[in-house]
């Protein structure tokens, strides 16, 4: 079944040590999102990839970045974990360019720092 | 102003009853809508999306209102699976979604 796949479900890691999250997908979609999710809050948005374009949210801090190598993979970078950066973190993904075309979200990434 | 609001919740109902869901949203030029369930601790899936003219799900029904931008959902018959979050979901031709807070939904036996 097509799907979006994220890497790996649970990340533990120390109080500035570098952390990668990766997130695949077989639904051949050209726009990738990576959201933040915090306790009883509505997915926030991180930036997102249109085809090879990135795009920023004005809030999302430095700390953040993201790397989309190929339509298939797109990786999320913490490059110094802080204690509120403790979250869920969702990858999704859509099709450009019409009505109804939702976005397919994968089980996300539950990363704890210590 | 939010883009996106939603009723406050959280709902807890009987298992059996009718509960309404409201959505504003603030962007006229908004083309695409959807409504989103999200279980504790799980990802956000699609429950149905809103079209123009309305559309019924067996016990979920959807409604759209682009003069007032308004988008309602509605359940009928209300089962203890259906205790999660629903997210109201706003977006243009498939690129840029906004999500709404959420309204926490909880079905009582």
């Known amino acids: 079944d097509a799907m979006v796949i994220q890497n790996p479900r649970y990340q533990v890691t120390q109080f500035g040590k570098p952390v990668t999250l990766s997130c695949s997908q077989t639904l051949n979609h050209n726009v990738m999102y990576w959201y933040q999710q915090k306790s009883s809050q509505a997915p926030k948005l991180l930036f997102h990839?249109?085809?090879?374009?990135?795009?920023n949210e004005a809030d999302t801090p430095d700390n953040f970045q993201s790397r989309r190598p190929n339509t298939s993979f797109c990786f999320l970078d913490i490059r110094s974990p802080g204690l509120g950066d403790a979250a869920m973190y969702l990858c999704?993904?859509?099709?450009?360019?019409?009505?109804?075309?939702?976005?397919?979200f994968g089980p996300g990434t539950r990363l704890t720092v210590l | 102003r939010k883009e996106v609001e939603q009723d406050p919740g959280p709902f807890n109902v009987p298992e059996g009853a009718t509960v309404a869901f409201n959505c504003t949203y603030s962007n006229s030029a908004s083309q695409s809508f959807f409504w989103y369930r999200q279980d504790c601790r799980k990802e956000p899936k699609l429950l149905m999306s809103v079209y123009s003219s309305g559309n019924e799900d067996g016990r979920f029904t959807a409604q759209l209102n682009r003069a007032s931008q308004y988008i309602s959902l509605l359940i009928r018959d209300s089962k203890l699976s259906d205790s999660a979050t629903y997210l109201c979901v706003v977006s243009d031709y498939g690129q840029n979604f906004v999500f709404g807070p959420g309204t926490r939904l909880s079905v009582l036996p």
């Open positions: 999704a993904t859509s099709i450009s360019g019409g009505h109804y075309n939702e976005q397919f």
């Open positions: 990839y249109y085809d090879k374009d990135f795009n």
